[in-house]
């Protein structure tokens, strides 16, 4: 099983990105998945989590209304849309899986004009 999270990048103040995070080896609608992000100093912590219904996900309030999970079933994918992007997103983003805790390798996203 693996996750291969990608989108991430370069983006000035109020924009936006969208990261997505590609499962392999299982279906991740069997599971809950979660974006996580780190910033230099800092300890690692949850953004954002969907669970396999879709219908109880929760925000960390920094990014409540500005950030939105979403998963495609079709495609094994889990996406973050990001935006009104601000320099503290600045952080590498990660995807987990759980149970059976798995996480991708991630993605650099830095918020700087």
């Known amino acids: 099983a693996q996750l291969v999270e990608s989108g991430g990048g370069l983006v000035q103040p109020g924009g936006s990105l969208r990261l997505s995070c590609a499962a392999f080896g299982f279906t991740f609608s069997n599971y809950v998945m979660s974006w996580y992000r780190q910033a230099p100093g800092k300890e690692r912590e949850l953004v954002a989590r969907i669970t396999n219904t879709g219908d109880s996900n929760i925000y960390v309030d920094s990014v409540k209304g500005r950030f939105t999970i979403s998963g495609d079933n079709s495609k094994n994918m889990v996406y973050l849309q990001m935006n009104s992007l601000k320099p503290e997103d600045t952080a590498v983003y990660y995807c987990?899986?759980?149970?059976?805790?798995?996480w991708g390798q991630g993605t650099q996203v830095t918020v700087s004009s």
């Open positions: 987990n899986r759980r149970p059976y805790d798995l």
